[in-house]
């Protein structure tokens, strides 16, 4: 079982920075890979980024490689994933979700379906 819970949407102006952050309760948080998917209105849900357990892989799609940033972290009792994104432009206007894999493994995963624990989604709208 695994809650996830995203912060740090908005409203921002193109070229700025935000960084969101998934609040994951999850025992056994370092066992798990995560990832970053969004949907834009009217398109598919799309990885954005995805973290393996150990946090020394990582895949960005294309769009956002050199720009964004993922990242897991225990801090104390708490366990997060954030995406740090920089130089956006509207184009990343979309409902950007956190996903877990709850199984152990030492790879990242770039599917949706192999992901089984999902948060609400946070919603970042980019003005040009």
């Known amino acids: 079982q695994v809650r996830l819970v995203e912060s740090g949407g908005g409203s921002v102006q193109a070229r700025e920075s935000l960084k969101l952050t998934c609040a994951a309760s999850v025992s056994a948080f370092s066992f798990y890979a995560f990832a970053w998917f969004r949907q834009a209105p009217g398109k598919e849900r799309e990885i954005v980024a995805a973290?393996?357990?150990?946090?020394?892989?990582?895949?960005?799609r294309d769009s956002v490689k050199g720009r964004f940033t993922i990242s897991k972290n225990k801090d104390g009792t708490k366990n997060f994933v954030y995406l740090q994104m920089n130089d956006m432009n509207p184009e990343k206007t979309a409902v950007y979700y956190c996903?877990?894999?709850?199984?152990?493994?030492?790879?990242?995963?770039?599917?949706?379906?192999?992901?089984?624990?999902w948060g609400q989604g946070t919603q970042l709208t980019v003005s040009s």
């Open positions: 973290i393996n357990r150990g946090r020394d892989r990582t895949y960005y």
């Open positions: 996903a877990a894999h709850l199984e152990q493994s030492q790879q990242y995963y770039v599917r949706g379906i192999q992901y089984n624990g």
